[in-house]
């Protein structure tokens, strides 16, 4: 696989759902990727980018947002409280909002410093123990705690259970999000994007596809 193919495969998967032709975002996702892996894909003139990690980000952007210019990066992965300033001030767009302390947090700096990133929230559409993000039962309610607090709420985010149907989760996302009159759709991965695409993902999440086996780390 190769950044060109994901991307004729999201043209695909966008024209058989009858979707215009770019509606679709693909977040790369770079976290734990060597440095030169990343470069590569941004002489491509790919310029979204997902981290799970504030730490990694910090290390990683700044140097290139030097080198190629304006870069738009996403945390997609948990953000602890104590991080938030940090992770605001380093990305463009955070999927990962999932508790009332953290929408707290990011209000106050929001107030505090005139400037917040997008916000998805992140739904635990699997009701899985050791996974982050508001249950679906309970969505409704954090959407409008969101809103009362004048955050940015783009749409909403989720990450299946992986012994499950995604299509499942995907759809039951795509529900809860018209409930509440949102249009942002953050779901699908390299396994699954298509039919994320078909039930209305505007934001897809993939990474080894495009850069190749992730180095631990």
């Known amino acids: 696989m190769s950044l060109t193919d994901i991307t004729q495969q999201i043209t695909k998967a966008e024209a058989k759902a009858g979707r215009p032709a770019g509606s679709v975002?693909?977040?790369a996702v770079s976290k734990v990727q060597p440095k030169e892996r990343v470069a590569a894909v941004?002489?491509?003139?790919h310029r979204?980018?997902?981290?799970?990690?504030v730490q990694e980000a910090s290390d990683k952007w700044p140097a290139f947002r030097e080198t190629y210019g304006d870069i738009d990066v996403h945390l997609i992965g948990p953000l602890q409280t104590n991080k938030a300033r940090q992770a605001m001030a380093l990305f463009g767009t955070i999927h990962t909002l999932d508790?009332?302390?953290?929408?707290?947090?990011?209000?106050?700096l929001a107030q505090e410093t005139g400037n917040c990133p997008g916000l998805?929230?992140?739904v635990n559409t699997g009701e899985e123990a050791q996974k982050a993000g508001v249950m679906s039962t309970e969505t409704d309610d954090f959407v409008e705690t969101c809103?009362?607090?004048?955050l940015p709420v783009l749409g909403l985010m989720c990450i299946p259970p992986i012994d499950e149907e995604p299509s499942l989760h995907f759809a039951l996302l795509q529900k809860l999000a018209a409930r509440n009159g949102l249009t942002g759709l953050s779901m699908g991965m390299s396994s699954d994007f298509a039919s994320a695409i078909a039930l209305g993902a505007t934001h897809v999440r993939v990474g080894s596809a495009i850069f190749g086996a992730r180095v631990a780390g």
């Open 48 to 53: 979204l980018f997902g981290e799970n990690r």
């Open 25 to 27: 975002k693909l977040i």
């Open 147 to 150: 809103r009362g607090l004048d």
């Open 99 to 108: 508790r009332p302390k953290l929408a707290n947090t990011i209000a106050r």
């Open 120 to 122: 998805f929230i992140q």
């Open 42 to 45: 941004l002489d491509q003139g």
